[in-house]
């Protein structure tokens, strides 16, 4: 039989094992070098999950690449995808 700790211990490896890879969706405005982050997403083993800033569309992906197909393209402008760290669990909030 297993003791508390040792599944909280395991309940957490498994957890960092399969939690979502996080990223951003920027658009950057080359005349005045504005970035903007125009959504925020999840990639998984097997798909990927987008949400605009705004909160008014949201995407199922088959990899977290295809995020870009799905912005405007404007003048002047790159999009890219930034991967967000992963926080560090001694970091106080």
């Given at each position: 039989?297993?003791?508390a700790t ?14 979502p890879?996080l990223?951003?969706t ?8 504005d970035?903007?982050?125009i ?10 999950y987008?949400?605009?800033?705004d909160?008014r569309?949201?995407?199922f992906l ?5 995020a870009?197909?799905y912005?405007?393209s ?20």
């Amino acid at each position: 039989m297993c003791d508390a700790t040792e599944l909280d211990d395991h309940a957490a490896s498994i957890v960092a094992a399969q939690a979502p890879r996080l990223f951003a969706t920027v658009m950057t405005n080359h005349r005045d070098n504005d970035i903007e982050i125009i959504g925020w997403g999840m990639e998984f083993a097997d798909s990927a999950y987008m949400i605009t800033a705004d909160g008014r569309n949201q995407y199922f992906l088959a990899e977290a690449e295809n995020a870009l197909m799905y912005v405007r393209s404007e003048p002047d402008t790159t999009y890219d995808l930034v991967w967000v760290a992963p926080a560090s669990p001694c970091t106080d909030r």
